[in-house]
């Protein structure tokens, strides 16, 4: 079983950054692949980026690459999601999430594990 709290979400204007974190329980922490998802109200959860256990290997969906960088640090078992250059359709929530496989995949039902989520708001 794996635990996982986000911390870090707040309001920032457009051109702003932020850091999420997520901290997880138990002692496994480097064999998950870790996940950002996040979900906009009257929208579907979607994918933001991953991580392998390995914290080299990465992921993420388009619309975030160049602005967004997803690490992870097995020794304080956390996963952080560094945002800059932040943009109104970023707003959502965002959650963490932990998946026992050694695939990185972008489908939230793949994931195991979920954290309560952090609300990220970006106005214009």
């Known amino acids: 079983q794996v635990q996982l709290v986000e911390s870090g979400g707040g309001l920032v204007q457009a051109g702003g950054s932020l850091r999420l974190s997520c901290a997880a329980s138990?002692?496994?922490?480097?064999?998950?692949?870790m996940g950002w998802f996040r979900q906009a109200p009257g929208k579907e959860r979607e994918f933001v980026a991953a991580?392998?256990?390995?914290?080299?290997?990465?992921y993420y969906r388009d619309s975030v690459k160049g602005r967004f960088i997803i690490s992870r640090d097995n020794a304080k078992n956390t996963v952080y999601l560094q945002m800059n250059t932040l943009k109104p359709e970023d707003t959502a929530v965002y959650y963490c999430a932990a998946d026992r496989s050694l695939v990185l995949v972008a489908v939230p039902k793949a994931y195991d594990y979920w954290g309560q989520g952090t609300q990220v708001t970006v106005s214009s």
């Open positions: 138990g002692r496994t922490f480097s064999s998950y692949v």
């Open positions: 991580i392998k256990g390995n914290g080299i290997s990465t």
